[in-house]
């Protein structure tokens, strides 16, 4: 049976949409390179890394700052965001009453949908003020990892929740028949049978910590510098592309794509590992 | 013995004790975060303030031409989004093996595009939209930048929607000898409307929080807008903009952060709700 012209017509106007749906990453991909290119071949890529500090008026493109910045921010609140996430799913699952349990799971899914400019706003009139008394200036790291950890928190909470309900209940039923605790079946069957779920909640609440903007711009005062103690304040690479794309001409401008590429890599990269390191369910 | 099983008793109470501790820091946090905007948010809220100018940098005033500056980028967006994301979503559910190279690459890409931090949206689209294509700092060139972004969730719910219609649907439609095209149009599309519903609910929830890919598309120009191509300022970048640029902007960024928060939870919730009572039911024979 040969398709009807309508049906061929209807098939590569699909076509159609889909090609522009995958092209624009590539799009991007090209766009980021093409803006990046004037200042990459006038200073090479290695002075992004070498030279003294960021100054592009000058024209002085240090990155390495506010690279410590993203990471620093990033491995914070990952390191905080996973356990507490992860015992949040737990607790949905496997300690809390059904009642209580659908409405934590409701106010996490809340939590998420909140967006990053009005958790940037509570952090920096409520949470700012409260870590400078404790160690002036108050727009810190510290506020940054903070306000990153609740911001990727259901990321991880829901990931978790989602891989911990997949898990087999005859693996339950067999840890409840050999008399396991709650707790050590908890740790001992649903954490192994779940390592999957687990690494991808892992990556994605960690490309959520890298890619965000104006919440960590908000509070974390933003001196270009490589925060020695968690009171420093600090700028992050997403951060310096916002602050200074408004008023950026010709090198500058430039060499913000050039960071704006360096934020792709590392998420390119990370996508990556996830792959080769991804554990077998 | 004895000793060992007190140990585990003990270990038993620590972490119950420990997941309640947790669940409830989280609860209080958020609540801690709700009952602040609410709280200081509530008492600038008024019918004046949505339907007024602001003023004076927007100290004082409302926010009615930002509330129209939004809802025209979220337009702008949809209106672009939604055909080219259904119209992936029905190649990739519909007319594409899973081992088909093309549908994989797209896939691919789109696993991409979710990933890709939303200032980064903001560059791409301040080269590609506001530069190349000529459109300036435009409601226009934010709208299609936000379309990008939210175009991987818009298609991966429609598809899901598409993937829950059963498959005698299609044979029954087959041997019948209806065309490809009529079986979509007739039979798929609607019930397929419950997926594409909840997509379109979580894009308009994803792009309406976005300030980031904003601030250098659609701009911060807080006039009334003209035209589609008038750079207008978005509820987002009004509360960015109120907090850290204005001293004395608190005020009303807290009202401007309640009704956005509000906006957000009318959509999360409708969202919710159709996934739980809609997205389930398929269209059955009555």
């Known amino acids: 049976m040969s398709p009807s012209l309508n049906d061929t017509i209807l098939i590569w106007t699909l076509r159609g949409f889909a090609v522009i749906a995958g092209a624009i990453a590539l799009l991007i991909v090209v766009f980021l390179i093409l803006e990046a290119l004037p200042v990459l071949r006038q200073v090479g890529l290695w002075r992004f890394f070498t030279d003294a500090s960021w100054n592009p008026a000058e024209e002085l493109y240090n990155l390495t700052p506010m690279l410590w910045g993203t990471l620093l921010a990033m491995a914070g609140s990952v390191l905080i965001a996973t356990p507490l996430g992860v015992l949040s799913a737990v607790f949905c699952q496997y300690y809390a009453p059904p009642r209580i349990s659908s409405l934590y799971r409701r106010l996490i899914e809340l939590l998420a949908g909140i967006p990053s400019v009005v958790y940037g706003f509570w952090g920096l009139v409520v949470l700012v003020p409260l870590i400078g008394r404790l160690h002036p200036p108050g727009t810190s790291l510290l506020a940054g990892i903070a306000i990153l950890t609740i911001m990727i928190l259901p990321t991880i909470a829901l990931t978790a929740d989602a891989s911990f309900a997949k898990v087999p209940p005859d693996y339950l039923r067999g840890a409840a028949a050999l008399g396991l605790s709650r707790w050590a079946t908890v740790r001992g069957v649903v954490f192994p049978a779940a390592k999957s779920g687990l690494f991808t909640g892992l990556i994605l609440e960690t490309g959520r910590a890298i890619g965000e903007t104006m919440a960590i711009l908000m509070v974390c005062g933003n001196v270009v510098q490589t925060p020695k103690s968690l009171f420093d304040p600090m700028r992050t690479l997403t951060a310096n592309i916002a602050l200074e794309m408004a008023y950026a001409t010709g090198n500058h401008r430039s060499a913000l794509f050039v960071s704006g590429l360096v934020l792709m890599g590392i998420i390119v990269a990370l996508v990556a590992a996830a792959e080769v390191l991804k554990p077998s369910a | ?286």
């Not at chain 2, 008793?9 to 119950?16: E, G, L, M």
């Not at chain 2, 948010?41 to 927007?58: C, H, I």
């Not at chain 2, 896939?107 to 080269?127: H, Y």
């Not at chain 2, 929080?209 to 207008?232: C, H, K, N, Q, W």
Request: include cysteine.
């Open chain 2, 1 to 286: 013995m004895s000793e060992s099983s007190f140990s585990t008793a003990s270990n038993r109470q620590f972490s119950t004790w420990l997941v309640w501790a947790i669940a409830l820091f989280v609860t209080t946090i958020f609540l801690w975060i709700l009952s602040d905007i609410i709280w200081h948010g509530a008492r600038q809220l008024n019918w004046e303030f949505l339907t007024t100018a602001p003023r004076s940098a927007g100290r004082k005033g409302g926010i009615a031409p930002i509330i129209v500056s939004t809802a025209l980028i979220l337009g702008v967006c949809m209106a672009v989004s939604v055909p080219v994301g259904v119209g992936t979503a029905v190649l990739l559910a519909e007319f594409t093996d899973t081992e088909n190279q093309f549908g994989r690459l797209v896939r691919r890409s789109l696993d991409v595009l979710a990933g890709v931090p939303s200032i980064v949206f903001g560059l791409f689209g301040n080269a590609f939209f506001c530069k190349t294509l000529g459109l300036g700092f435009s409601i226009l060139s934010g709208g299609l930048t936000l379309a990008c972004m939210v175009l991987p969730i818009l298609i991966r719910s429609t598809e899901e929607g598409f993937r829950a219609v059963p498959s005698h649907y299609r044979l029954s439609a087959a041997a019948l000898g209806i065309s490809r095209t009529t079986t979509l149009w007739q039979l798929l599309l609607p019930a397929a409307v419950p997926g594409l519903v909840v997509g379109l609910v979580l894009g308009v929830g994803r792009a309406i929080a976005e300030t980031a890919a904003l601030i250098f598309t659609s701009g911060y120009v807080d006039r009334m807008p003209e035209s589609l191509l008038d750079s207008g300022r978005a509820l987002s970048i009004h509360i960015f903009d109120l907090s850290m640029n204005v001293s004395g902007g608190d005020a009303n960024a807290y009202a401007s952060a309640l009704v956005l928060l509000v906006l957000l939870l009318l959509i999360n919730g409708t969202a919710a709700w159709m996934a739980e009572h809609w997205l389930h039911r398929r269209i059955t024979p009555s």
